[in-house]
């Protein structure tokens, strides 16, 4: 369903168990991030009703998110670190299209949600199958279902508003970009590392 060109190495599983606490740390601000971009797109995109219901919605599971794994954090006693930066994010930004129309933008930052929830799913499946950890394994596979609600809230959105834009064109453009940033991840114990 979700067309990435490249799977992730079940070895970075390994790495992610060497170190729980910073995985938790930084998945905890993935959904901080996650919540901020839904309100931001909510923000530059406000003259479409259903899009702010839905993003809306949307922003409070990712809260919800950040709260059960903020949860998880203190019930093992590890504390929650300072924000991490997620350097794929950043990589995968420079891909959206900053000079184009209005239109352009938002449906390039619909395509580029869609693709980090997507990424998150798989990375999410893995962990659950992988980890080492019954209680981690079940929470991964719930957020993985999910993101990928997510996944098709965004694609959904970029077509229903997308019309006079190639957007089919576009996401294969995208998946291209992914799948070959991708290539220099799965080292480090980060959602998207
Ligand atoms: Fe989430
Ligand atoms: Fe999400």
Redesign the pocket.
Known sequence: MLHLKLKTDPRWVNIVESNIEEILTDHAWCEQK?ATNAITIITLNSEYPELVTELLA?AKE?LEHFEMVQEIIKKRGFSLGRERKDSYVNELYKFMNKGGSRLHAMVDRLLFSAMI?AR?CERFKLLSKEINDPELSKFYNDLMI??AG?YTTFITFARKYGKEIDVDKRWKELVEFEGELIKSYGKHETIHG
């Open positions: 996650a949307l990712e929830e998150s999910s993101e997510h």
